[in-house]
């Protein structure tokens, strides 16, 4: 399932490439035809997601929203128009601007929605790390709020949405190892600061995510990848990525996620996996002890 760098970057190429122009808007598929219709040959103000959840508005389009999700199998595909193939099957929706064409395919929700809607769904949505930084002093403590008050793990908190949105399986099984939390303390015995590293670093690590489209937790890639977003240079090495694969800049490289039975790089166990939260959770149940500091 895509984590939330994954909707931050697609909203990211949405604006880049189809922001500011009056768009063609249609639906392929015949399943969105109606939506469409009413958003249809109107300007594309602007994309944005809040975890795992996508949102365009449009001018002239009072009180509507486009909201996505792309669930386990959608895809959100931006094209060239001369780098269009052959296509699979018609998408659910098409957006065409001058020289990009974006479609939709496979979402779990796309809906055209109002205001009062949207602030339901983002009501329910935890803080996300990669979210304005303004809101972020608080982000913080609104995710604690609920850490500390539960019995789950925070290995199944991480995955929350109402929780914390925008994290998925890989960052949560990442982050818990780099600091060496133990992934199985429950919420309300992990230690205050312990959850303050873990916000900062997935505050730190998601924006990388985001700019190379692919997750980063090796600290050698992460330092690299941080140099590249300073000095300006990561737009140029990921422009041409569509959505349809993962950022291949750096080597695909981690800590523990799908890893059993490897030797941990830091102590030399064996990585373990289980299934928790509905996920496989892989962790080192020989570095990954601390609870409370
Ligand atoms: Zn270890």
Known sequence: MPEGHTIHALAARLNRTLGGQRVDVSSPQGRFAADAALIDDRILDRASARGKHLFVDFDEVADLTLHVHLGLIGSFHVKRRDQEGAVASPARLRIEGRHHVAELRGPMICALIDESARETILDRLGPDPLHEPDVLADGTDRAW?????????????????????????????????????????????????????????????????????????????????????????????????????????????????????????????????????????????????????
């Open 145 to 293: 709020a609920r850490i500390t008050t539960s019995r789950k793990t925070i290995a199944e908190l991480l995955l929350d949405q109402s929780v914390l949105a925008g994290v998925g399986n890989v960052y949560r099984c990442e982050v818990l190892f780099r600091h060496r939390i133990d992934p199985l303390t429950p919420g309300r015995e992990l230690g205050r600061r312990l959850w303050d590293q873990l916000w900062d670093d997935l505050v730190a690590l998601l924006p990388l995510g985001a700019a190379f489209s692919q997750i980063l937790t090796m600290q050698d890639q992460v330092d690299a990848a941080a140099e590249l977003v300073a000095d300006g240079s990561a737009l140029a090495i990921t422009e041409h990525l569509t959505g349809e694969r993962l950022g291949d800049h750096f080597e695909r490289r981690f800590h523990t996620y799908k890893r059993t039975g490897e030797r941990c790089d830091r102590c030399g166990r064996p990585i373990r996996n289980q299934a928790l939260g509905g996920r496989t959770l892989y962790w080192c149940p020989g570095c990954q002890r601390r609870r409370r500091r």
